[in-house]
């Protein structure tokens, strides 16, 4: 599980997808099976949540590494860089972008 905290090291990522109704299911479990498979297993994983819009047409997961370097090492695999070709496929668009917590609520 995630912990959002601004005193962390980690690094943040969020990535988007934007699906249809007709192949978020199937990206949701391609995303779960990279996730349990490899992605989780790479040097660096600290944690992973997958959110899906009500409408199904968007998918956000919002993962956590030790450091950015880590997170870069893990898409350059080959492993990874297959995976990213399957995913493209399922989706419209999908961006991962590198985030650092700048404040905490609640």
Same mark, same amino acid.
């Given at each position: 599980? &995630? #912990?959002?905290?601004?005193?962390?090291? #980690?690094?943040?990522?969020? !990535?988007?997808?934007?699906? !249809? &109704?007709?192949?978020?299911?199937?990206?949701?479990?391609?995303?779960?099976?990279?996730?349990?498979?490899?992605?989780?297993?790479? &040097?660096?994983?600290?944690?992973?949540?997958? #959110?899906? +819009?009500?409408?199904? !047409?968007?998918?956000?997961?919002?993962?956590?590494?030790?450091?950015? %370097?880590?997170?870069?090492?893990?898409?350059?695999?080959?492993?990874?860089?297959?995976? +990213?070709?399957?995913?493209? %496929?399922?989706?419209?668009?999908?961006? &991962?972008?590198?985030?650092?917590?700048?404040?905490?609520?609640?």
């Amino acid at each position: 599980m &995630p #912990h959002i905290a601004q005193d962390n090291s #980690h690094q943040t990522v969020i !990535t988007t997808f934007e699906v !249809t &109704p007709g192949t978020c299911q199937d990206l949701l479990d391609l995303l779960t099976g990279a996730y349990q498979d490899f992605i989780s297993k790479q &040097p660096g994983f600290v944690a992973v949540g997958l #959110h899906v +819009n009500d409408a199904q !047409t968007r998918i956000a997961s919002y993962s956590q590494w030790r450091k950015r %370097e880590d997170f870069q090492a893990m898409l350059r695999t080959k492993e990874m860089r297959m995976r +990213n070709r399957e995913i493209n %496929e399922l989706c419209k668009s999908f961006e &991962p972008v590198m985030y650092d917590v700048a404040a905490t609520f609640g």
